[in-house]
């Protein structure tokens, strides 16, 4: 095989790991979070068998909502969420918890 002929099998390899990462399909490859996991929560609790947690997104524009097993460590972004009528909602959260998480986010805003 001569070296262009390498050079090209490289190349190709590269870019399908590369569009493998990128889609997330390589093993222990991690989707890009909206949410930034290293600061401080807004709201973080305890509801049932799952821990949550309420951040702001990392544009700064949208309330996230991120769960948990209890005792694991790592968080899974679990939608954006909406304030509307001091009541807070989302797709795909359960309704108990987002009443429980909304009381707590109130008591948040009303203690600064």
């Known amino acids: 095989m001569n ?6 099998d490289l ?23 909206p949410v930034e996991y290293d600061g401080p929560a807004l709201v973080e609790l305890s509801h049932g068998e799952l821990d949550y947690r309420i951040d702001v997104g990392k544009q700064g524009t949208a309330l996230c ?3 948990r097993a209890a005792g694991s460590w790592d968080w899974t ?3 954006e969420a909406r304030w ?13 918890a987002l009443d429980v998480l909304g009381k707590a986010l109130v ?3 009303e203690n600064q």
């Open 11 to 33: 190349s190709d390899t590269t870019e399908e790991v590369g569009s493998r990462q990128a889609s997330g399909s390589t093993p222990g490859a991690r989707r890009e979070s």
């Open 3 to 8: 070296s262009g002929q390498a050079r090209s």
């Open 77 to 79: 972004f679990g939608g």
């Open 65 to 67: 909502i991120s769960t």
């Open 84 to 96: 509307e009528n001091r009541r807070l909602r989302a797709r795909g959260i359960d309704r108990d």
């Open 107 to 109: 008591e948040v805003v």
